[in-house]
């Protein structure tokens, strides 16, 4: 049985979507930390379990029976690492065999605080576990976009923090059906995959896609940290919101997100979403 944590959240839901495609409900489970957010889960005959990743002894109560877990790495400025380290804990104390862990990709070294730094972390504890392990690296989500640069299509400028770096953005749903394959499929025992978009964008292709759609220039401009972390403040953005999103840009900056591969577009067995067309359905509905 395979059991998908987070299964209240994005990738976590998505996931199990796409897993209820090939995979009877019968075998899938779902862990989540409130039952209130799953009735449509348990409607659908996937077997719920609840745990928080800080209540080591309801993980392993939760992980009786299972197989494979996905681990979906838990938010941050949360104390990731305990976190994980109950969830890898408590896997291997249940008899799960083989646990895959949702990371971020690291395209360069840089090391993301709050990011990276927990994911090195968790990655060399799953790695001296024990458990057979895959450690997903994920790319960042097309959906994460309006939060940097905002939702709505810009007046005439982006400012944002990346300087030339590029991102292989990924949508979430396209990692969702991408992670539901491997956790399906066999082959993937100690192994680890970058799952990132096919192109990878710099904000400069970001402003000329929206000129283009838009019909109007739309110019990107570079900014240290302090002037966007102050422009995001002014939208209403908390400061520890706006200096996490100018510490993505930084990323980007440094290469972190930048690489490209092919595991994302094999699976799917199509390209994944181009930056056009992931600005026009989300920038411009309907035209
Ligand atoms: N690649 C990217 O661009 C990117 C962007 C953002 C985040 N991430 C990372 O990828 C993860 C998945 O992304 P997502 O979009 O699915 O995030 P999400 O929608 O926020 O989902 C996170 C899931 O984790 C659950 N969770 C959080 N803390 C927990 C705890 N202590 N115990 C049990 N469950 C807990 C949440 O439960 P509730 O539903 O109860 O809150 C939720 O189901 C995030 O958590 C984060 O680590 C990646």
Redesign the pocket.
Known sequence: MILV????????HQTIDFLLNTTPAAGIAA????LS?ATDLLQRGVDVRQ????DYPALVEAFRGIDKVLL?????F?DRVL?HRNVIDAAKEAGVKHLFY?S?QRSTPFVMQEVTESDLATEAYLKASGLVYTILK????FE?LGYLIGSQVPGSEILFTAGEGKIAFVK?TELAAATAALLTSEGHNNQEYTLSGSEAYSFHDIARELSALAGHPIAYKSSELAPYIAQKVAAGFPEVVAGFLAQWGAAAKHGMLSGTHDTVERLLGRKPTSLREYLKTTYFPGT
Do not use: P
């Not at 944590?5 to 976590?12: D, K």
């Open positions: 944590t987070g299964a209240t959240g994005g990738l976590g862990l989540v930390r409130d957010k745990a928080d990743y800080f979906v790495s838990a938010v941050a949360t976190q949702t971020i994920n790319g960042y989500y994460g979430r």
